[in-house]
């Protein structure tokens, strides 16, 4: 990791290319498991965007690209200059996020594994925003403390996710001094909140909305995508209106489906750069219930 760090900011951005090829083409092979989850899971949830089995290998195929696209670009950009790094990333929608910051409260950037996430609060911080993220850190801890360490001189502060009381008062920390959370909320696992997503029932992570309703912060989605020619965006969307009845597990619940709706939202425009393993294993669509009475 080091020498990639060191060594691909002096690699010409065709051999980068080339080299994001090879290593899509050797993982799309060599994990044929998880590809093999990832077409499931779309011939799922895509069914009727995507009917045919050649339309959604190339859907695959194209994640596939993004993801080590993604790895290659957060790394040569992690000692890049903030100016490099303004100028390679455009951002839509600032207004937004400068009016939810105005409020004083912080701000809870809500995203997803989608396009190069890992790239956001990179570009926040090199525009000079406070900027932390939570982060579910790997096993080896060395390497985690050097992606912690890379994440610091990039500008921006680590949360670790776990243990969860951790995670929280480092949230709340963060919040309380104005600065804007990161929270990737697309992993469908046991224990969270039933929701729809694509048609498949899902328990969503109520920890976004737990925390918004708790700290009055701010929610404002936001997605860094690319291109056809491999230009990021940022988008930043209008913060999203809590529902607010004074009920704690009901607006927790509520507003957890409505943020799912926002992900699922911009996962429909920009289907080929989502992973598509956040369902949980093997997900299936619920079946249709049946009206009137048993003879």
């Known amino acids: ?75 040569r950009l992690m000692h890049a200059p903030k100016e490099r790094v303004c100028g390679i990333v455009e951002i839509e929608g600032e207004e937004h996020l400068k009016r939810a910051l105005a409020k004083g409260k912080g701000v809870i950037a809500l995203s997803a594994h989608l396009g190069n996430f890992t790239l956001i609060g990179v570009r926040l ?23 912690d360490d890379y994440r610091t001189k990039a500008g921006v502060a680590t949360i670790s996710a776990k243990p969860r009381s951790h995670a929280v008062r480092g949230v709340l920390k963060a919040l309380r001094a104005k600065n804007v959370v990161l929270m990737i909320a697309d992993e469908f696992k046991s224990g969270g909140v039933p929701v729809d997503f694509f048609g498949l029932r899902s328990p969503a992570p109520r920890g976004p909305a737990t925390l918004a309703l708790r700290t009055q912060a701010a929610t404002v989605p936001m997605f860094m995508t690319r291109d056809a020619v491999d230009r990021l965006t940022l988008h930043i969307e209008p913060e999203i209106e809590l529902i607010k009845s004074g009920e704690l597990e009901h607006d927790v619940a509520a507003n957890t489906v409505l943020f799912t709706r926002h992900l699922e939202s911009i996962i429909r425009r920009y289907p080929d750069q989502w992973n598509w393993l956040g369902f949980q294993r093997d997900a299936k669509k619920p079946r249709a219930r049946t009206t009137g009475k048993r003879p």
């Open 1 to 75: 990791m080091r020498g990639l760090v060191r060594a691909l900011p002096w690699v010409p951005a065709r051999l980068i290319s080339g080299l994001t090829s090879m290593i899509a083409r050797a993982a799309f092979v060599l994990l044929w498991k998880y590809r093999t989850r990832m077409e499931r899971n779309l011939a799922t949830a895509m069914a009727d965007e995507l009917p045919s089995r050649r339309q959604r290998d190339a859907v695959i195929r194209r994640a596939w690209r993004n993801f080590a696209q993604s790895i290659l670009e957060t790394l």
């Open 125 to 147: 911080a090199a525009a000079g925003y406070s900027f932390s993220a939570l982060i579910k850190q790997p096993r080896d801890q060395r390497f985690a403390r050097l992606m």
